[in-house]
T-cell receptor
Framework: GAGVSQSPSNKVTEKGKDVELRCDPI?????LYWYRQSLGQGLEFLIY????????KSGLPSDRFSAERTGGSVSTLTIQRTQQEDSAVYLC?????????????FGPGTRLTVL | SQQGEEDPQALSIQEGENATMNCSYK?????LQWYRQNSGRGLVHLILIRSNEREKHSGRLRVTLDTSKKSSSLLITASRAADTASYFCATASGGSYIPTFGRGTSLIVHP
């Protein structure tokens, strides 16, 4: 594939609803990251997948957030019972492997607005 | 918490001028990376500098690293309007494979 893709590009939802955000990483990339970026802020790490290993969930802000990666490729980030403070741009990135020396390739992000 | 912090938060210059932005960090690092984020787009990797390197160049970009001061600088020479973007540093420390990003420097280059 050409790059990391994310869908939807924009999502508006009502408080209390569940949302699912999708990430398609670059083919062959074994490492996949989810970040959250609030307006004017840096990137906040959420969760990391590497191959078939157990994911690093240390950045998830609450138990309303979960993510899975099926078949070592596509990943879905789920936010249950959304709150207004969940409004942000959710960015997905992939890299060739788990080494921190590898460049991360980012998707365009999903802008989530919780009304 | 943020590991890297960029300075200044915002920078406004004229086309043709040089732009310098800095990144300071708290703990020892394995490497430091700079990324650019254009309005409405994802982040793009610019350059990676390892902890045993002091300077690196890529086109109009020059990155320096001073591990004794725990700081890095990104210099963009002969800036262009298309360089208008936010610039982030990301650091990786110890055994962590998860880069930690700062809040970024917002650069505006006026044509």
């Amino acid at each position: 594939g050409a790059g990391v893709s994310q869908s939807p590009s924009n999502k508006v939802t009502e408080k209390g609803k569940d949302v699912e955000l999708r990430c398609d990483p670059i083919s062959g990339h074994t490492a996949l990251y989810w970040y959250r970026q609030s307006l004017g802020q840096g990137l906040e790490f959420l969760i990391y997948f590497q191959g078939n290993s157990a994911p690093d969930k240390s950045g998830l802000p609450s138990d309303r957030f979960s993510a899975e990666r099926t078949g070592g490729s596509v990943s879905t980030l789920t936010i249950q019972r959304t709150q207004q403070e969940d409004s942000a741009v959710y960015l997905c990135a992939s890299s060739l492997s788990r080494s921190s020396y590898n460049e991360q390739f980012f998707g365009p992000g999903t802008r989530l607005t919780v009304l | 918490s943020q590991q890297g912090e960029e300075d200044p938060q915002a920078l406004s210059i004229q086309e043709g001028e040089n732009a310098t932005m800095n990144c300071s960090y708290k703990t020892s690092i394995n490497n430091l990376q700079w990324y650019r984020q254009n309005s409405g787009r994802g982040l793009v990797h610019l350059i990676l500098i390892r902890s045993n390197e002091r300077e690196k160049h890529s086109g109009r970009l020059r990155v320096t690293l001073d591990t004794s001061k725990k700081s890095s600088s990104l210099l963009i020479t002969a800036s262009r309007a298309a360089d208008t973007a936010s610039y982030f540093c990301a650091t990786a420390s110890g055994g962590s494979y998860i880069p930690t990003f700062g809040r970024g420097t917002s650069l505006i280059v006026h044509p």
